[in-house]
């Protein structure tokens, strides 16, 4: 079964920035809709940002708007996912999921709702203060 397949966490200092990358396990299959999501000690699953096709259609969390780019590098399928001027807050395993999709209305409403049908191992980002 694929999987999409995350990379890129790591310890930050606060201000800092961290770019995490997500690709699936099988070259044979891609996600139309690629979503981040985090999760802190405690708390409930947070959607960050989610992406449609090459970029037809990007959400984002009010709470990084500003802060979080996502893309596809179409040469490599990978999604990345640029973190800036990150905070203590930030701290979280960032998840990476993808769906199907077949236009950007159900990417942004599996964005919202959390329904992917995929999902990664996720990768640790640590922000110190």
């Known amino acids: 079964q694929v999987q999409p397949v995350e990379s890129g966490g790591g310890s930050v200092q606060a201000g800092g920035s961290r770019r995490l990358s997500c690709v699936p396990s099988?070259?044979?299959?891609?996600?139309?809709?690629v979503g981040w999501f985090r999760q802190a000690p405690g708390k409930k699953r947070e959607a960050v940002a989610a992406?449609?096709?090459?970029?037809?259609?990007?959400y984002y969390v009010d709470s990084m708007k500003g802060r979080a780019t996502i893309s596809r590098d179409d040469s490599t399928d990978t999604v990345h996912l640029q973190l800036d001027n990150l905070k203590p807050e930030d701290t979280a395993m960032y998840y990476c999921?993808?769906?199907?999709?077949?236009?950007?209305?159900?990417?942004?409403?599996?964005?919202?709702?959390?329904?992917?049908?995929?999902w990664g191992q996720g990768t640790q980002v640590t922000v110190s203060p």
């Open positions: 099988s070259s044979l299959y891609r996600f139309a809709c």
């Open positions: 999921a993808g769906t199907g999709a077949g236009h950007s209305t159900a990417c942004e409403t599996a964005f919202k709702t959390g329904n992917f049908r995929f």
């Open positions: 992406i449609y096709q090459s970029g037809f259609g990007t």
